[in-house]
């Protein structure tokens, strides 16, 4: 079931946070409930604001948390973002999610995040290229990007390894329209549900990969475990 949860925070963006526990439906604040887990991956969903307040929508974002729950064995924080939160106060938020655990509890840490609709992602800067890139979000050690205040984007430091500590999933409608956006995407959180309950199979299945080319750009550790996909048997021309 799922507890609505109202925190206190310097980052707007977790000015509201819901908590997904095997527990009853209930409202409190946050020194109310504590949380008996330790030592607990969590998974942060980080939802457009505009689509939590979609009733039908939320129930299946919350329905999908549950499965990610039970098919990781982490804990999901579903967290709204409004469209004009900075990409800092995000990466500042996964940071503290990283570094000091749910509540700054100490006792868990986030392990992937996924980004459900139109939520801000960062530009970085790379001597004197620009793109849209989510690896900020993900490399939270000796992060390679840090923020410039003048610029307004992340900008190159080149300090780590390149390689992120935490996973990560994008679920993005590519419609124009607002309703036709919420369609695609409840379309595709049932047929997500589905494949999780076990009502949808398949049979078949296939994994593409240009390992040649990715493996000249992918860092070993990534590609070790991209290869780890496949089994003993697949054969890889």
């Known amino acids: 079931k799922v507890i609505f949860q109202k925190t206190i925070s310097t980052l707007l963006i977790f000015a509201l946070l819901f908590h997904l526990l095997p527990a009853s439906v209930a409202f409190a604040q946050e020194t109310e409930i504590k949380s008996d887990i330790t030592t607990t991956p969590l998974v942060a969903l980080l939802v457009e ?10 129930q299946k974002i919350y329905r999908y948390a549950e499965d990610i729950q039970k098919k990781l064995d982490v804990q999901a924080l579903i967290v709204p973002v409004a469209k004009e939160i900075s990409p800092l106060e ?8 990283y570094f000091s655990g749910e509540n700054n ?10 980004l ?10 790379k ?11 993900t490399d939270l050690e000796n992060s390679n990007y840090l923020w410039n205040h003048e610029k307004n984007r992340f900008v190159f430091q080149g300090r780590g ?4 500590e935490i996973w990560h999933g994008v679920i993005r409608s590519g419609k124009a329209k607002f309703s036709q956006r919420v369609y695609e995407l409840e379309q595709f959180f049932d047929k997500n549900h589905q494949v999780h309950s076990g009502a ?3 049979s078949k299945k296939i994994f593409y990969a240009d390992f040649l080319r990715q493996k000249k750009v992918l860092p ?14 697949c054969l890889i021309k």
């Open 49 to 58: 604001k505009d689509l939590i307040a979609e009733d039908a929508l939320r």
């Open 161 to 164: 390894d390149h390689e992120p």
């Open 127 to 137: 001597g004197k290229n620009f793109w849209t890139s989510i690896y900020p979000y």
């Open 116 to 125: 459900v609709g139109e939520v801000p992602l960062p530009v970085v800067e």
């Open 105 to 114: 509890d100490g006792q868990s840490q986030l392990v992937g995040t996924v």
């Open 220 to 233: 070993k550790l990534l590609y070790f475990k991209y290869s780890q996909w496949f089994c003993k048997n």
């Open 90 to 97: 995000i990466y500042e938020g996964l940071m503290q999610f």
């Open 200 to 202: 949808e199979t398949f």
